[in-house]
Nanobody, 121 residues
């Protein structure tokens, strides 16, 4: 069992940066791939980025490559999402997930409660 708690969301102006954190409980954190998804108002949950259990492989939504960076620190049971050059369309609730590898929600078994990111124009 893994419990996930996201933090770091907030209000930022367009062009700014935020770093989201996801703290995991459970001794098996470093056996799971981790991912970030986001859900904007009125839209379906969408894949943002994933990272393998070792951190050696990463995978991004095409539209976000170059602006977002996913990383993890297995010693701290934490995964991060660095978001740069933020745009108003990045406004969403961001969710952390743990599980298998992939870009589908169905690939992940455990989910956090989400953290709101709002980008003002």
């Amino acid at each position: 069992q893994v419990q996930l708690v996201e933090s770091g969301g907030g209000l930022v102006q367009a062009g700014g940066s935020l770093r989201l954190s996801c703290a995991a409980s459970g001794r098996t954190f470093n056996t799971y791939a981790m991912a970030w998804f986001r859900q904007a108002p009125g839209k379906e949950r969408a894949f943002v980025a994933a990272i393998s259990w070792s951190g050696g492989n990463t995978y991004y939504a095409d539209s976000l490559k170059g602006r977002f960076t996913i990383s993890r620190d297995n010693a701290k049971n934490t995964v991060y999402l660095q978001m740069n050059s933020l745009k108003p369309e990045d406004t969403a609730v961001y969710y952390c997930a743990a599980g298998g590898w992939g870009s589908s929600s169905n690939d992940y078994y455990y989910w956090g409660q989400g953290t709101q990111v709002t980008v003002s124009s």
